[in-house]
């Protein structure tokens, strides 16, 4: 009982509390998004589910009250299903001119990836002069199957050059080691070794980087067909922001790379 309470003052309370726990329900209740990630681009996306890009999608989308449930799959059906509108959002990702009207990707990277040219070290390329990205007409050149590359890249496909695809990057490498491919374009980026995938793929003996061939931005896509999508990518834009600002991204990243 509350003594000396008048009507007006106990219905003031009572409208009061009902404010205050309609507030916190509301800080409570958040939304889930599903989100397909590719399985194979470590450090940034692991098999396994981890990674700082896997890590960073997380916080960004937390920062807005948004529980976003990773689905690791191969690359080739991330982008597929993101094309297709059967996901709102699939990353890693770089630009592409087929993804216009389709795909629109954030406005910030997550982080860079380099297209390295890798060559067998019993069967080297040809010479060139530093700094040109050009191969003879004819080349057999591994990439990885439904991967974004550089413009540089691409123009070695206009020049006449043969793409022959591969499940990954490590695949490739392989390929190249057993002299199947004449070169392999691998992403590399600048938190590991270059060699790092060779070494992985046990080629490190037999393949060596050869030269570069452009770097681009990787970050997360959003489906323009999906009805989620054009409102996804404005809540991970403005929580990739505020996480920015905050020292979340920071410390995501000196928690994966503390060395750099």
């Known amino acids: 009982m509350w003594p000396h309470a008048s009507p007006t ?33 470590a450090p940034w996306s692991n098999s396994d589910g981890t990674g700082y890009a896997n890590d960073v999608v997380v916080a960004a989308f937390k920062e807005m009250a948004v529980e976003a449930k990773l689905k690791v799959v191969p690359y080739s059906r991330c982008k ?98 057993a002299q199947r491919f004449q070169a392999a374009v691998i992403m590399s980026n600048d938190v590991e070794v270059r060699d790092q995938k060779a070494k992985q793929s046990g080629t490190d003996n037999t393949v060596r980087f050869a030269f570069n061939c452009g770097v681009v931005n990787s970050t997360i896509g959003f489906s323009l067909v999906h009805p989620d999508g054009l409102r996804a990518l404005e809540m991970y834009d403005e929580g990739f922001r505020r996480i920015e600002a905050n020292g979340v991204l920071k410390a995501l990243h000196r928690r994966w790379f503390p060395t750099l």
């Open 9 to 41: 003052l106990l219905t003031c309370i009572l409208q009061l509390l009902v404010v205050n726990a309609s507030a916190s329900a509301l800080q409570d209740t958040h939304e889930t998004l599903t989100i397909m990630v590719e399985d194979a681009a």
């Open 80 to 177: 597929y299903m993101v094309l297709s509108g059967q996901v709102a959002a699939c990353f890693n990702m770089s630009w592409q001119p087929e993804f216009q009207g389709k795909i629109k990707l954030a406005s910030r990277p997550i982080f860079k990836v380099s297209n390295d040219v890798f060559e067998s070290i019993k069967a080297p390329l040809p010479k060139r002069l530093d700094g040109q990205c050009v191969l003879p007409p004819g080349t057999v050149i591994g990439i990885t199957r439904d991967y974004e590359y550089s413009a540089q890249v691409m123009a070695l496909k206009a020049s006449g050059v043969t793409f022959e695809n591969s499940l990954s990057d490590l695949t490739s490498l392989q390929k190249l080691a």
